[in-house]
């Protein structure tokens, strides 16, 4: 019997190293816009969700459409890549354990999900299945602050469907960081995806789907037909 247990990684912008991933936290309830058209609270803080490391989709992946579902849908957002082990990080040093960003889509089972919040129960049918964590090239991060500013975008089949500036984050992703430090040991090899902002729609089959974060990368995809066996 053979066993791939090989981790996934992510390719780094002008690098030959690679960044090894370990787990990816999602941060639910990030943008006003996308609380609104979900029919949410607006003054509840996001929450985080993980998706496993193996559901990883790099650039120019096909991703076979999902089975048990009638409303796949796309959310872009920005990831954020931690190179630093932490736990209670301030909001002020968040900076300096992110070693890298990147642009990513969360693939969602809409139908799912909603189902599975109606009814109290955990996210996972909707949000942690196979092939449903895009992520772009990550580009190396050295700065003092994270981004706070920039223009994010998603199309398909070269129709914009989401956009929105960075700035418009509730929580910043400073604050992501340092709140996520307190739930969990962050580490080496953690992904960050930060939320989404309003427009999320259906894809099928067929669908060529880009999304884009300014200054700092692009991913592209295609949605095949579901796959056989």
Request: some cysteine; aromatic content about 8%.
């Amino acid at each position: 019997m053979m066993f791939n247990l090989a981790p996934s990684f992510i390719p780094l912008t002008g690098e030959d190293r690679r960044f090894p991933v370990r787990r990816i936290y999602c941060v639910g309830r990030n943008y006003l816009d996308h609380i609104r058209e979900m029919g949410g609270d607006e003054r509840e803080p996001p929450f985080f969700f993980q998706k496993p490391a193996d559901a990883l989709v790099l650039d120019g992946a096909c991703v076979p459409y999902p089975s048990a579902t009638e409303d796949f849908q796309h959310e872009v957002e920005l990831v954020l890549a931690i190179g630093t082990r932490g736990r209670n990080i301030e909001t002020g040093d968040a900076a300096r354990f992110v070693c890298a960003v990147g642009v990513g889509i969360d693939l969602t089972r809409r139908d799912l999900q909603l189902k599975a919040r109606d009814r109290g129960r955990p996210w996972e049918p909707g949000k942690s299945f196979d092939h449903s964590a895009v992520c772009s090239e990550l580009l190396p991060w050295a700065a003092p602050h994270l981004p706070e500013h920039g223009l994010i975008e998603l199309s398909v089949n070269d129709e914009v469907r989401q956009t929105a500036d960075l700035g418009q984050l509730i929580w910043s992703c400073a604050e992501i960081v340092s709140q996520l430090s307190r739930q969990y040991l962050l580490m080496p090899g953690d992904l960050i995806y930060t939320g989404t902002p309003a427009g999320v729609g259906a894809l099928r089959p067929g669908d060529q789907v880009v999304a884009e974060a300014q200054q700092i990368g692009s991913v592209r995809i295609s949605i095949g037909e579901p796959a056989a066996g």
